[in-house]
């Protein structure tokens, strides 16, 4: 298929070619705000929600940053709708979260055009601060890191993002590819009509077609399994008893930073934080009698096994979570593995397609017999 | 050393499991003291949490109860219920929690005969498979 555009760029260039984009889809009306990540006046990078387009120039969709996953932030604008038309820019774990806050109906893509890139990665926040301080670019770690090669003054790409089968975003109206298509050239791919008529308005037509795409990006994809198989196993073989887990959550201070990060974490309010778990102070007393202690604050095991029930089904990966705890617990291949079993066992993936109900949604008189292994 | 005496929980719907039981009892059909009966509105009802609470405070064994499906007085309580059973066991197997200590069977309010055969054999099986390993209270374990 020549889907795509091929867009030439010199060293340097690649985010003012993206602004000029943009900026045409704004005046020509095709959209009215461009959710993307931009370049914050102090540091960092964030995802920044523009509506006038003088704005664009501190576009800067590949910076290997997410500080937060996207899926919330579109959630926040879109759940309850403006009206008006929105171009959004995601990596592929932002857009599998939001498929899932969609069918929540958390979130809402009617008036979006949805515009994925191709994902090599992403640093902690911290670290991302750091290297750009140092004066690196999203182009210099585009380049290093097709080469392979995201480490980086010590620093490297989260461990999500290592294991990470999806570095190409589905579902979406636009694809910004870097994969497969040379070092000096973005491709931009449309797959949906919308996606054909945001480029025919800015005068862009598709026609062209990155020779080496589809092998390098299914290179890099058997790469990346091979990798989320073997952090599996080795998570499995180490961690298969409540005792390993509550070795592995020793340090958890029950903050619940890792649910409010985790962008499927959907309850409006956590019923850890509700009534049903503030008790009193002979409740307590009670407690500790049973075994003569008691450990405070309690039910953390309770907490991330509670959490898992809830959102492993519509857990994508993204890694948030491991970012999020404040004692460096690596959580991901926690929620990861569980995600893995309980998605497997409705033949289900978490942001895989708009159409597929979300398991605990849906159910049939004659399915699952084996749970009961009763036949009237 | 006494024998070991497995704990089981059961979530017994009012309508069906639960109703089974009394029947059960007052046909003088005697079954295993193991099983400690929460009484729940439905099946449906049985939040994963509650599950996740008995196994962590060292239940042996988790015996949900419901209508057979087309039964449930709230349509379709059991059908959740079961699919929330499938999800949570992936979820225990994954830390030690065999798929073998937690059941979901649909026993009729005039299915005493069957509440007493399920129970037995929850415990007989549940003695074979000896204590959970977050029962901190069975014999030969040290208080920790
Ligand atoms: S559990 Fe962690 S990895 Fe999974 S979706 Fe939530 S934040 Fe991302
Ligand atoms: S973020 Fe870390 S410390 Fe906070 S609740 Fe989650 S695991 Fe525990
Ligand atoms: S009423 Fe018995 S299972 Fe729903």
Redesign the interface.
């Known amino acids: 298929m020549a889907n795509f555009i091929k867009l030439s760029f010199k060293k340097g260039e690649l985010n003012q070619k993206l602004a000029d984009i943009f900026k045409g889809m704004m005046e020509k009306g095709v959209v009215n705000a461009l959710l993307a990540p931009m370049k914050q006046p102090k540091r960092g990078v964030m995802l920044t929600l523009v509506t006038d387009p003088f704005h664009l120039e501190a576009i800067d969709p590949f910076a290997p940053v997410a500080p937060v996953n996207g899926a919330k932030v579109v959630s926040s604008i879109t759940a309850k709708p403006s009206g008006r038309k929105m171009a959004v820019v995601l990596r592929s774990c932002e857009i599998r979260a939001l498929i899932e806050l969609c069918k929540l109906k958390q979130a809402n893509l009617e008036d979006v055009l949805l515009i994925g890139i191709d994902c090599l990665g992403r640093y902690e926040n911290l670290d991302f601060v750091k290297l750009q301080a140092a004066g690196e670019s999203s182009e210099s770690f585009i380049v290093k890191a097709l080469a392979g090669n995201t480490e980086n003054s010590g620093c490297d790409v989260s461990g999500a993002c290592k294991i990470c089968e999806f570095p190409v975003a589905d579902n979406v109206d636009l694809r910004l590819c870097i994969i497969g298509t040379g070092t000096d050239a973005l491709y931009i791919e449309s797959l949906t009509p919308k996606g054909d008529q945001a480029l025919e308005a800015v005068g862009l037509k598709t026609g062209d077609t990155p020779g080496n795409r589809e092998a390098a990006v299914q290179q890099l994809v058997k790469k990346r399994k091979e990798a989320c198989d073997a952090a599996f196993a080795q998570y499995r073989a180490s961690t298969h008893s409540i005792d390993a887990l509550e070795d592995k959550l020793a340090n958890c201070i029950n903050c619940y930073n890792c649910r409010v990060a985790c962008p499927v974490c959907y309850c409006k309010e956590c019923v850890f934080v509700t009534d049903t778990f503030r008790h009193n102070g002979d409740q307590y007393m009670g407690w500790a009698d049973t075994f003569g202690t008691l450990k405070m604050p309690t039910d953390t095991i309770f907490y991330h096994l509670t959490r898992m029930s809830h959102m492993s089904l519509f857990c994508v990966g993204c890694g948030q979570c491991t970012s999020a705890c404040p004692n460096s617990i690596d959580l991901m291949p926690i929620f990861r593995t569980a995600a893995q079993k309980t998605q497997q066992r409705f033949n289900y993936q978490a942001g895989r397609s708009h159409d597929e109900k979300q398991p605990l949604t849906v159910f049939e008189n004659d399915e699952l017999v084996e749970v009961t292994g009763q036949v009237k | 050393m006494s024998e070991f005496e497995p704990k089981i929980v059961g979530f017994f719907c009012n309508w069906c499991t639960f109703t089974a039981a009394d029947l059960a009892g007052t046909s003088r059909l005697s079954y295993p003291h193991n099983i400690k009966i929460i009484r729940m509105m439905c099946s449906g009802m049985v939040d994963?949490?509650y599950v996740?609470?008995a196994f962590?405070n060292g239940a042996d064994g988790v015996l949900i109860g419901g209508c057979?499906?087309?039964d449930c007085h709230y349509i379709?309580g059991n059908?959740?219920a079961?699919?929330?059973?499938?999800?949570?066991?992936?979820?225990l197997?994954?830390?030690?929690?065999d798929e073998k200590r937690f059941?979901?069977?649909?026993i009729a309010a005039s299915e005493g005969t069957m509440l007493r055969e399920v129970v037995s054999e929850m415990t007989a099986k549940l003695k074979a498979l000896g204590p959970s390993?977050?029962n901190?209270e069975a014999p030969g374990k040290e208080?920790?």
């Open positions: 994963p949490k996740i609470k962590l057979w499906p087309g379709n059908l959740k079961r699919r929330r059973v499938a999800m949570l066991t992936e979820i197997k994954e830390y030690g929690i059941w979901l069977r649909w390993p977050l901190r208080k920790k």
